[in-house]
């Protein structure tokens, strides 16, 4: 008798037990979700700001930086050089901020500002630069 009794309190404890675990399990489940989430929100929210906010890396009036495209360079490599050169803070919104808009990157040498927005910054790459003067003879 006293050994049927065991197991019955056994099998009460392997059944609490287990229901717990199940519990705890799908709460923390659910915890890694929510926080999953509100950090995807966080960074969606962010990007979209970056695309659509006409945001600079500076406080007028900004330092003038003097950037140089030359022939044959891919759009990506400009704008990483931009980034490396200060003048942006994320490549991936440019790169998408120029495909929305339609930009293209021309070759040349221009003069741009740390307070520009990244847009005002393809807009001027976006324009064919200035031939530089020939000597008068």
């Known amino acids: 008798m006293n050994r049927l ?7 009460d404890i392997n059944r609490v037990t287990g229901t717990v675990i199940g519990i705890s399990g799908k709460l923390i489940l659910y915890a890694l979700v929510i926080l999953l989430l509100a950090e995807g929100i966080t960074r969606g929210y ?5 695309l659509f906010y006409e945001s600079s890396v500076e406080q007028a009036p900004g330092r003038d930086i003097v950037v140089t495209v030359p022939d044959g ?4 490599d400009t704008i990483h050089e931009l980034k490396k050169d200060g003048l942006i803070d ?4 440019m790169r ?3 495909k929305f808009y339609d930009y293209e990157i021309h070759p040349g040498t221009y003069t741009l500002n740390t ?3 990244s ?3 393809l807009q001027i790459l976006n324009e064919k630069a200035d031939k530089e003067e020939e000597p008068a003879s």
Not at 73 to 76: G, I, P, V, Y
Not at 90 to 93: D, T
């Open 5 to 11: 009794k065991m197991s019955h309190i056994t099998r």
């Open 46 to 50: 962010a990007f979209g700001h970056s």
């Open 73 to 76: 360079q891919s759009d990506s």
């Open 90 to 93: 994320n490549e991936l919104a």
């Open 96 to 98: 998408v901020q120029m």
């Open 115 to 117: 307070s520009m927005s």
């Open 119 to 121: 847009k005002k910054m």
